[in-house]
Every structure is written in structure tokens, then in C-alpha cells.
Nanobody
Framework: EVQLQACGGGLVQEGGSLRLSCAAS????????IGWFRQAPGKEREGVSC????????QYVDSVKGRFTISRDNTNNSVYLQMNDVKPEDTAAYFC????????????????WGQGTQVTVSS
């Protein structure tokens, strides 16, 4: 079983940047696809991005395409979400999750979840 810990959130001004990290322990990290999800108050959880066991496969929700970049470092059991040109609508708790299923941003594909890290974008 893999355990996940997300960090790197904080308060950032509109147009700024943040880099979220997801560190994994236990299990065999390079067997898992990793997804980033977010949930704002009063809204449903949304899949933001995901990356397959190799960096060749990744997906993004339309609202973050061109602004966010997902990457992984299997040597350090970590996945990163570089967030550039952030907008107030990016404000949410961000979670990382691990899946042995097909790559995708459907939360039902994911078996293991970490605790969230809060991102707040001020206008």
C-alpha cells in the first residue's frame, strides 16, 4: 500500500506560480499513475491532471492546460504540479492520489489518497 503526502500549497497572487509536491512511501511507486485533484468549498472534487508510470503519458483538465505542468521523479518517489499564471478560480484544496488502473482524471480510478494542501489565489 502506498502512502501519499502533498505539500507546497500557500497564498499566491493572481498570475503567480506555485509548485506542489506529492511524496510517496510504501508500495512500488513506479507501478502507479498519479493524479492531482482539487476541491473548492461547496464544489465537487475535480480532476486536474494525471501522469502515467512514465512521463510520456499525462492529461490535464481544460481549465489548466497551458498553465499547469505535471511531472514525476521515480528516483525520489515524487510527482510535482507546477502551477503558473494562477487564477482565483484555482483556489482549492489540492490532493494527490495513486492508481494502478488506466490513466485518467476520474477519481474512481484511484485507490490511495493523500491529505490535501491548500492553494489560495488572491486577486
Amino acid at each position: 500500500e502506498v502512502q501519499l503526502q502533498a505539500c507546497g500549497g500557500g497564498l499566491v497572487q493572481e498570475g503567480g506560480s506555485l509548485r506542489l509536491s506529492c511524496a510517496a512511501s510504501g508500495g512500488t511507486f513506479d507501478e502507479y499513475s498519479i493524479g492531482w485533484f482539487r476541491q473548492a468549498p461547496g464544489k465537487e472534487r475535480e480532476g486536474v491532471s494525471c501522469i502515467g508510470v512514465t512521463e510520456g503519458g499525462s492529461q490535464y483538465v481544460d481549465s489548466v492546460k497551458g498553465r499547469f505542468t505535471i511531472s514525476r521523479d521515480n528516483t525520489n518517489n515524487s510527482v510535482y504540479l507546477q502551477m503558473n499564471d494562477v487564477k482565483p478560480e484555482d483556489t482549492a484544496a489540492y490532493f494527490c492520489a495513486a492508481s494502478r488502473s488506466a490513466l485518467g482524471t476520474n477519481s474512481g480510478l484511484y485507490d490511495y489518497w493523500g491529505q490535501g494542501t491548500q492553494v489560495t489565489v488572491s486577486s
